[in-house]
């Protein structure tokens, strides 16, 4: 019997979870009743989102992110988490600014100075992949497979520090690139539309949204507005994520706010660049408790530190509707 | 007459006159996208843009404006939108010509490094972003073009961290390591000049440099020494009708091509 050469390995820790006992979780938690799994987002992060936790976020920091979840997962002051950062600007930093995040798998970490520093101090420890490979981790981990090989990293530095392995593949005799299969504990999306099953519907690019549903044990969504089940079976083509892969569904206007949600608001480009802006711990904590610990939830935060007048501007500024409606 | 340009405007229209029609481009936010843009506005109509965060063939609204890659003026009119999954995808699977990439530092074989400087990874002097999308850019697309600042510290024997692939690395050629046959950097256009790389040995060369500089100047600027052509060309500046459409039409906020030394030169 041939065996398969391995030729190179990555040395980073890796989250995995063996095939098998993700279909058991699957199987065993996964609730494929038709159950009402609509409640504020602070019941959710309760009940869903643990210490420890390897975290998943779909999309970016500047369009349709998940920011509602992300300060409430800061505000339960939630710890020791590892995180997926594919398009991160801003939720990397804020958790890590928090001190939610001790590990991050980095895509593309929306550095800036603030992180930077809390990188090179060694306060969180990172792992190199790529958009690429990552987003090939969780397409393995929402096919239900151990691995997907592909012909990315292969020779780089970025190979080297991340948890990919190369082997010869032995139908084209070249050497490919194994990548882990990736099943997040939990994750948290934000989407245009879901019925209180968990339905989702998301307009624009997707990035991996169906992906990290599917890989993830947990999936909290949160939507820009709740909609009858008919909606989705008037236009099934159009449905993102079934019911069955959803724990719970929050109804969160301005859900994605600094950021934008297509067809919705555009973002705050204000308010992004005060997030931006900030270099030192101070002015960390500073934003944190002016922004995330002083108010309650989503909708204080709306209420108290946004205000309507500045959201009228950003929904104003959305006048763009094709393919978003 | 005399004209004023920033050196990153002199990289946008080098790279774009680079561009050949009816072709697809992988592109990130910042220079590589404004680079499209203008081709596709001046030289190139039909090139079709491809973004990783799943968009195809977008005829982006200009102005260009901020932190907008996956939204809906970025992203408007696209001929699909879809996951990053099938937008790496189509590049692996040969559909994608051109890619384009920025980059901290590049080495002989047209490695590059945005992630980090230092020799110890886990106590980087510098960490940047890290690859994003960029690692697949330069494994997949049949020709990447890299647009940098041209410093002398950017150019190096071999990167402090290999980000993303170039020729050879460390000895071993692209097809040795199993990267996609017949692809690689192509171009790197800087802001003093253009390089190619030896076809035989995957070599960064110099194949042209900016008007009003000599070989030796741009030579001078860099902290290794290249292969260079046996012919070197002279790059022209920008010209009025690039300018005007930066500056009107794609940037008027100058939030990419405001970037970078001012250069005056006499044309």
């Not at chain 1, 308010?271 to 900030?278: A, F």
């Not at chain 2, 690039?242 to 044309?267: A, F, H, Q, W």
């Amino acid at each position: 019997m041939e065996k398969l050469e391995v030729l190179d390995k990555g040395k980073a820790e890796i989250h995995f979870t063996p095939p098998d006992e993700f279909r058991k979780f699957v199987r065993d938690r996964k609730n494929r009743a038709f159950e009402d799994k609509l409640m504020d987002e602070g019941e959710a992060v309760k009940k869903f989102v643990k210490n420890g936790d390897y975290l998943a976020y779909d999309f970016s920091s500047l369009t349709r992110g998940p920011q509602s979840l992300i300060r409430e997962i800061i505000r339960q002051r939630i710890r020791n988490l590892w995180i997926l950062a594919k398009f991160t600007l801003l939720e990397s930093v804020l958790l890590a600014g928090a001190g939610c995040v001790d590990k991050i798998d980095v895509g593309f970490l929306g550095f800036g100075p603030y992180i930077a520093k809390k990188v090179q101090e060694g306060a969180v420890k990172v792992y190199d992949w790529s958009n690429g490979s990552v987003t090939y981790r969780l397409v393995a981990g929402a096919m239900g497979i151990p691995f997907i090989p592909a012909r990315d990293l292969l020779g780089t530095d970025t190979l080297k520090h991340s948890g990919a392995v190369v082997v010869k593949d032995p139908f084209s005799n070249q050497p490919v690139a194994l990548m882990p299969a990736l099943n997040p504990d939990v994750a948290v999306i934000h989407v245009q539309e879901a019925d209180i099953y968990g339905n989702a519907r998301v307009y624009g690019p997707t990035v991996a949204t169906l992906e990290t549903a599917m890989a993830s044990k947990r999936v909290i969504i949160s939507a820009e507005r709740i909609v009858e089940t008919i909606e989705f079976r008037e236009h099934p083509n159009w449905t993102t994520i079934p019911y069955y892969c959803v724990d719970a569904v929050v109804h969160a206007p301005f859900g994605s706010y600094p950021g934008g949600t297509q067809g919705y608001y555009e973002m705050d480009s204000e308010h992004y660049l005060k997030l931006t802006s900030i270099r030192t711990d101070e002015e960390m904590q500073s934003y944190l408790e002016e922004y995330i610990y002083s108010v309650d939830s989503h909708d204080e935060f709306l209420e108290k530190k946004i205000g309507i007048s500045r959201l009228k501007e950003l929904i104003q500024k959305s006048q763009i509707l094709e393919g978003y409606r | 007459m005399e004209i004023e340009f920033t050196d990153t405007e002199f990289m946008i229209c080098n790279a774009a006159r680079l561009l050949e029609d009816n072709r697809t481009i992988f592109v990130g936010w910042g220079i590589p996208q404004v680079v499209a843009i203008l081709a596709e506005k001046l030289y190139a109509p039909n090139i079709v843009q491809v973004f990783e965060f799943g968009a195809i063939g977008p005829l982006s609204r200009t102005p260009f404006l901020r932190g907008t890659m996956g939204g809906p003026s970025n992203t408007y009119r696209s001929l699909q939108w879809c996951s990053m999954n099938l937008a790496f995808s189509y590049a692996q699977a040969g559909y994608i010509d051109y890619g384009m990439l920025g980059a901290a530092q590049i080495d002989r074989y047209g490695n590059i490094n945005s992630t980090m400087i230092g020799d110890d990874y886990e106590k980087p002097k510098v960490r940047f972003p890290g690859s994003g999308g960029g690692n697949e850019v330069a494994s997949y697309c049949w020709k990447t073009i890299i647009v940098m600042a041209h410093e002398k510290r950017r150019f190096v024997e071999r990167c402090d961290f290999i980000t993303s692939p170039g020729h050879v690395i460390d000895g071993k050629t692209r097809e040795e390591l199993g990267l996609p046959a017949e692809t690689g950097p192509y171009r790197v256009i800087t802001s003093m000049g253009m390089f190619g790389f030896d076809e035989k040995t995957g070599e960064l060369k110099l194949l042209g440099v900016m008007k009003g500089f000599t070989v030796e100047e741009v030579l001078e600027e860099m902290a290794i020494e290249p292969l260079v052509a046996e012919k070197v060309v002279e790059l022209e500046p920008p010209t009025e009708l690039e300018l005007k459409t930066l500056r009107e039409d794609i940037d008027p906020y100058g939030l990419i091509i405001s970037k970078g030394r001012k250069i005056k030169m006499e044309v």
